[in-house]
């Protein structure tokens, strides 16, 4: 049982070089999540999709775009990476997205550095 | 707007306990959620109070009081691998969560 899994672990990517995170969950979640975490600030969701097919604009989402073609993946990509977005990122899934105590699982995340 | 507020660094001695305090303004409040998080790695469910109240867990207890909008999260018995970001989240009222910047607690032999 893997949970959720990300890749790459960790990437250097040049600034203006488009770059696609993968996350992919094997818990059936119907809803999943991507977020980025920086030194002194709390997590900040990016994307998320609520169901296979359907995806949302979160707090930070400018830079990134998602899609969910299917249930267990949720690629999050950068079509022109700047150095701001080097971060943590941390791909998450939920059972339902519509339930307050829903649980999210979180993957091991993706270290990514822009220069 | 919306908010958390938790303190940044904390520091304990193994065997005492800890108290980490959380509030918030949540609009539409759902619920409060508290994960950890080891350095380097992904958070990790703690608990998850909607009702007032104390929650308890083990060595971890939650409490919640919604009319003060306050929480906290107490751990009984530190132990050395209890050191680690403790993070608080509301749910909003689109059942999405609304992250504190995290408490790092050092535990102290």
């Known amino acids: 049982i893997a949970g959720i899994t990300q890749a790459p672990t960790s990437q250097i990517l040049a600034a203006g070089r488009r770059m696609t995170l993968r996350c992919t969950q094997d818990m059936r979640h119907n809803a999943m999540y991507w977020y980025r975490q920086d030194l002194g600030l709390g997590l900040r969701l990016i994307h998320y999709?609520?169901?296979?097919?359907?995806?949302g604009k979160g707090e930070v989402p400018d830079g990134y775009s998602v899609s969910r073609a299917n249930t267990d993946d949720f690629p999050l990509t950068l079509a022109s990476a700047v150095p701001s977005q080097t971060s943590v990122y941390f791909c998450?899934?939920?059972?339902?997205?519509?339930?307050?105590?829903?649980?999210?699982?979180f993957g091991p995340g993706t270290r990514l550095t822009v220069l | 707007g919306q908010n958390i507020d938790q303190p940044t660094e904390m520091t304990a001695t193994e065997g005492a306990i800890v108290q980490i305090n959380c509030t918030y303004q949540?609009?539409?409040?759902?619920?409060l959620f508290w994960y950890q998080q080891h350095a380097g790695e992904a958070p990790t469910f703690l608990s998850y109070?909607?009702l007032d109240g104390l929650e308890e867990k083990g060595r971890f207890s939650s409490f919640l009081s919604r009319s003060k909008g306050y929480s906290y999260l107490l751990l009984k018995e530190l132990q050395m691998k209890d050191s680690a970001s403790y993070l608080c989240?509301?749910?909003?009222?689109?059942?999405?969560?609304?992250w504190g910047a995290g408490t790092k607690l050092i535990i102290k032999p």
């Open positions: 999709s609520n169901t296979a097919g359907t995806t």
């Open positions: 949540t609009s539409g409040f759902n619920g």
């Open positions: 998450a899934s939920s059972d339902s997205a519509s339930q307050g105590g829903d649980t999210q699982y």
């Open positions: 989240a509301s749910v909003d009222s689109n059942y999405q969560l609304i």
């Open positions: 109070n909607v």
